[in-house]
């Protein structure tokens, strides 16, 4: 029981939930977006089934990385011992600085709406393209929490209290990230740090997670003071992916 008198694990627990609802929006965008094509007593039904399949699809994630990142038997050697967990961990680094960029670039110069395909509008096929987002939804934060977090059961509860907000709150949420698109693009740089520091621990070059935990703390601190001190500003708008009635990606560009 001394985790309950850790004080890291509890700014763990606050930090990866924060990024777990915040990297969660485009998520519940996608779900909201899809689940509207649907009759209007269906939809609920379809936004909480969305909602529960991405926490299940992460938990079981979770779980799988959890039991490879054991693996620490060295495969081969490259100036030093590579084994299947440094392998997991500097690909899972290159993931997200990937991610991170791609996701940077596609909500400042990406096109609008360019994610919003046709689907047809019957609730099995709404909630298989649902499922299907979330593998590819669930990748980023699934690794994120990997490179955050040692304990498994910290990374689970992050991930279902996150979910548990989301589904009471989506609206309000992304509403308050829409409104403050630097939020966003704050939770998209902290990838790029984790990213960095899962590639350092694949060389087993480790970096304490609470430096780690100061620097976003910081920068979350400093953004809140921003938030208060400008609240007259128009802030920039983010391009979305996935946007209602948005015309496919090939029109846009030939008109």
Known sequence: MDWLTDPQIWIALATLTFLEIVLGVDNVIFISILSGKLPPDQQPKARRLGLLGAMVTRVLLLFSLAWIIKLTQPLFTIGQEISGRDLILIGGGLFLLGKATYEIHDKLEGEEGHGSAKVPASFTSVIIQIMLLDIVFSLDS??????MVDHLWVMIAAVMIAVGIMMVSAEGISAFVHKHPTVKMLALSFLLLIGMSLILEGFDHHIPK???YFAMGFSVFVEMINLRLRKAT????????YVEGAPPADSTRKS
């Open 234 to 241: 128009k802030p920039v708008h983010l391009h979305e992916r």
């Open 210 to 212: 609470g430096y780690i």
């Open 142 to 147: 699934v690794i994120t929490a990997v490179g």
